[in-house]
Antibody, heavy 119, light 108 residues
Framework: QLQLQESGPGLVKPSETLSLTCTVSGGSISGSTHFWGWIRQPPGKGLECIGNIYNSGTTYYNPSLKSRVTISVDTSKNQFSLKLSSVTASDTAIYYC???????????WGQGTLVTVSS | EIVLTQSPGTLSLSPGERATLSCRASQSISSPFLAWYQQKPGQAPRLLIYGASSRATGIPDRFSGSGSGTDFTLSISRLEPEDFAVYYCQQFARSPGTFGQGTKVEIK
C-alpha cells in the first residue's frame, strides 16, 4: 500500500522560504508514470494545486505561484520536495503531497501538514 | 488556466434524499481528466469519481458522475449520514490542474 508523509517546519517567518519534503513508502518514485504533486488548503477554504513533477524532472506549476515555487525529486531517498519562497501570511495552509495518476486524479494523499507563516 | 465553478455553494438535505452537485468549466475538458473528491473535517480528500464517471475503488454505487465538455455532475442517490461533507471537482486537462471551490452538503 502506497503511503506518503509530509515533513518540515510548521512555522515559517514572513519573507522566508517554506520547505517541505514528502517521503514515499510502498512504491518507487523512480520510473513511475505518475505525477508527484503538492496541494494546499488554507484554513477553512478550498483546495489549490501548487504544482507537480513528472518523470523525475518535468515540472508544472500553478501560474499564480510559479515565480516562487520549486518542486524537485530525490530518487535515492524516494522523496520529493517543495520550496516556496518569499512567503506571506496568505501562504498559511495545510500542505498535502499526493500522487497523481496520468489522468490527474489523486488516489493517494499524505495526511497533510499545517504550515503557519508568522513572525 | 481552466476555472471550475461548483454550484450550489451549500446544499441542505435530509438523509435519504438525492443530492445533485454541479461543476462547470470555463472551457471544454476531456472527460478522462475530471474527478470528484469528498472531504470531511480534519481529513485529506478522498477520491470518489475519476474520468468523469468511473467510481474509485470502494466507493458505494449511490455515488455517480456524469457530464462532458464544460458541464459535469456528481449525484448521490440516497444520502447516508456519512455523506455529509464537502465535495470538490478537479480538472487535469492542463497540468497541474485546478479544483472547484467546493460544495458543502449539510444536514437539513
Amino acid at each position: 500500500q502506497l503511503q506518503l508523509q509530509e515533513s518540515g517546519p510548521g512555522l515559517v517567518k514572513p519573507s522566508e522560504t517554506l520547505s517541505l519534503t514528502c517521503t514515499v513508502s510502498g512504491g518507487s518514485i523512480s520510473g513511475s508514470t505518475h505525477f508527484w504533486g503538492w496541494i494546499r488548503q488554507p484554513p477553512g477554504k478550498g483546495l489549490e494545486c501548487i504544482g507537480n513533477i513528472y518523470n523525475s524532472g518535468t515540472t508544472y506549476y500553478n501560474p499564480s505561484l510559479k515565480s516562487r515555487v520549486t518542486i524537485s525529486v530525490d530518487t535515492s531517498k524516494n522523496q520529493f520536495s517543495l520550496k516556496l519562497s518569499s512567503v506571506t501570511a496568505s501562504d498559511t495552509a495545510i500542505y498535502y503531497c499526493a500522487r497523481q495518476a496520468p489522468g490527474g486524479y489523486i488516489y493517494y494523499w499524505g495526511q497533510g501538514t499545517l504550515v503557519t507563516v508568522s513572525s | 488556466e481552466i476555472v471550475l465553478t461548483q454550484s450550489p455553494g451549500t446544499l441542505s438535505l435530509s438523509p435519504g434524499e438525492r443530492a445533485t452537485l454541479s461543476c462547470r468549466a470555463s472551457q471544454s475538458i476531456s472527460s478522462p481528466f475530471l474527478a470528484w473528491y469528498q472531504q470531511k473535517p480534519g481529513q485529506a480528500p478522498r477520491l470518489l469519481i475519476y474520468g468523469a464517471s468511473s467510481r474509485a475503488t470502494g466507493i458505494p454505487d449511490r455515488f455517480s458522475g456524469s457530464g462532458s465538455g464544460t458541464d459535469f455532475t456528481l449525484s448521490i442517490s440516497r444520502l447516508e449520514p456519512e455523506d455529509f461533507a464537502v465535495y470538490y471537482c478537479q480538472q487535469f486537462a492542463r497540468s497541474p490542474g485546478t479544483f472547484g471551490q467546493g460544495t458543502k452538503v449539510e444536514i437539513k
